[in-house]
């Protein structure tokens, strides 16, 4: 079984700072690529924050300048550093990996169950 286990969510005001991590755990022969979505009440989930293997990375127009994302290989972890957040910022943030299972050797993309992010006065 692979898992992957977010948290760091909650409530801050606007221009506030929070630190989301997500651990995977479970049969992992090797990690790929590692990423943040985020999804708001009405709206699609979309891609936040993505890092490679090798540690490039991506990011949505929308958190650039705002947004870290790194990762730890030997935790098999990764976080999103979130400075300067907006009310708009809000929204339950996934963590997704793409994974080669340990057991299976099958290479497949795997999701938290995410974290709740609200960012208001």
């Known amino acids: 079984q692979v898992q992957l286990v977010e948290s760091g969510g909650g409530l801050v005001q606007p221009g506030g700072s929070l630190r989301l991590s997500c651990a995977a755990s479970?049969?992992?022969?090797?990690?790929?690529?590692m990423a943040w979505y985020r999804q708001a009440p009405g709206k699609q989930r979309e891609l936040v924050a993505a890092?490679?293997?090798?540690?490039?990375?991506n990011y949505a127009d929308s958190v650039k300048g705002r947004f870290t994302i790194s990762r730890d290989n030997a935790k098999n972890t990764v976080y999103l550093q979130m400075n300067s957040l907006k009310p708009e910022d809000t929204a339950v943030y996934y963590c997704?990996?793409?994974?080669?299972?340990?057991?299976?050797?099958?290479?497949?993309?795997?999701w938290g169950q995410g974290t709740q992010v609200t960012v208001s006065s």
């Open positions: 479970g049969s992992i022969f090797s990690i790929y690529a």
């Open positions: 997704n990996a793409d994974i080669l299972h340990g057991t299976y050797y099958s290479r497949d993309s795997y």
């Open positions: 890092i490679s293997s090798g540690g490039s990375t």
